[in-house]
């Protein structure tokens, strides 16, 4: 049920000043140290940023997902390791759980994920499994009442840092995706180990790192559905965290556009600003043009999630136009401003290695392309 347009409007606002007062200011520091500060984390808490889209009864703010693309399209105009910072719990890290969790699992977990006292992660990546993600090879045997969990998951976001992992392993003899479960592995349990985070190009203080489980022994009772549905719940909580990733990636797209029109109308060049030279007005034109599309791409697929359509094939188009989109923008917005993007000062060519990311996780862009074209062809066009 979405919110009263009021209160939508001022929670809007909120994040908007945020983003613009707090967050900003921040990112060089943030770059510097690689982290947040957990100043920043507590005043995200305090605004519910870690709740958007867990129900009101367990302490969310049950934001539609037409809600939670336009907050996540403020988001976007920091940098985006403040996003990920309670990403994991809005999206891939709870959905599992919202979508397909008991009644007894979603009480003893949703409350504590919707107000940041603990941190979730998802874990489906692994070091010879990633695109082909219905070939996981971390194995849970059953054991009485326990499985008993083995395997590695790598790249895995705000690992460092999280509480619980929805995982999905193997079960059974069954081969392929049909084979695949999904479990809720608390970080406390004997066998649990974390690696060191990795040293990333971009998005500096968000990270990720290895989960190692080594026979760990997992509660059945933590099972997300039944044996065998972990790939498809894993695939509907990634159709939900693409269009999140596409709205974060036309915020970054406008940020950029901003930045971009307020650099060009005070830069002169042969005696005029350069915002007055046609060609610079070209790249301002195509990455206003795209921005739009992608814009209107995103809102209209989460219209039609939140009015119960089938939108898999709508979101892979989204998360695959905004995310090469975004890399455009970036780039274009590194030309305008010249020598000076290049360097640290302006914070371009931090937002230029930020966004390449978004073209690789949570589905690469040719994944999108297959599911589009698979999608479109079952529909008959």
Not at 115 to 144: H, N, Q, Y
Not at 212 to 231: C, H, K, Q, T
Request: proline share 3%; hydrophobic share 45%; charged share 25%.
């Amino acid at each position: 049920m979405a919110l009263d347009p009021e209160t939508f409007d001022a929670l809007i606002d909120t994040v908007r000043r945020f983003v613009a007062d707090r967050l900003r200011p921040l990112e060089a520091e943030v770059e510097a140290a690689d982290a947040i500060p957990d100043a920043v984390i507590a005043e995200m808490k305090d605004l519910g940023l870690f709740g958007l889209s867990i129900a009101e009864e367990y302490g969310g703010l049950a934001l539609t997902m037409s809600e939670e693309a336009r907050v996540a399209i403020e988001l976007g105009r920091t940098t985006p390791a403040f996003r990920s910072s309670f990403g994991t719990n809005v999206g891939i890290g709870s959905q599992g759980l919202v979508m397909a969790g008991t009644p007894e699992q979603k009480a003893e977990w949703l409350p504590r994920i919707a107000s940041g006292a603990i941190i979730t992660s998802f874990a489906l990546t692994e070091p010879d499994v990633g695109s082909d993600s219905g070939s996981v090879k971390t194995r849970a045997v059953r054991d009485g009442d326990v499985y008993r969990l083995s395997g590695t998951k790598r790249y895995i976001t705000n690992a460092d840092k999280a509480d619980l992992f929805t995982v999905m392993a193997r079960t059974g003899d069954e081969t392929g995706a049909r084979g695949v479960s999904a479990f809720l592995v608390p970080r406390t349990l004997a066998g649990v180990s974390i690696g060191e985070p990795e040293k990333k190009m971009g998005q500096k203080g968000a990270k990720v790192a290895d989960v190692i489980f080594d026979d760990v022994a997992v509660p059945a009772a933590n099972r997300l559905g039944v044996e065998g549905e972990g790939f498809k719940i894993a695939m509907r909580v990634l159709d939900r965290g693409r269009l999140h990733i596409s709205a974060v990636c036309v915020g970054v797209a406008e940020r950029l556009i901003a930045d971009c029109v307020a650099y060009a109308t005070t830069r002169t060049q042969f005696g005029k600003p350069i915002a007055d030279h046609q060609l610079i007005q070209g790249m301002i034109a195509d990455s206003k043009t795209e921005a739009l599309v992608a814009r209107a791409m995103v809102l209209e697929t989460a219209a039609a999630k939140d009015a119960g359509k089938d939108v898999v094939m709508e979101s892979a188009a989204a998360k695959y136009f905004a995310s090469e989109m975004v890399g455009r923008v970036a780039d274009r917005a590194v030309q305008i401003f010249g020598g000076a993007g290049y360097i640290s000062d302006y914070g371009i060519e931090r937002l230029y290695r930020d966004v390449r990311l978004f073209r690789i996780y949570e589905g690469t862009s040719q994944i999108q392309q297959v599911i589009i074209a698979r999608e479109t062809i079952k529909r008959g066009g």
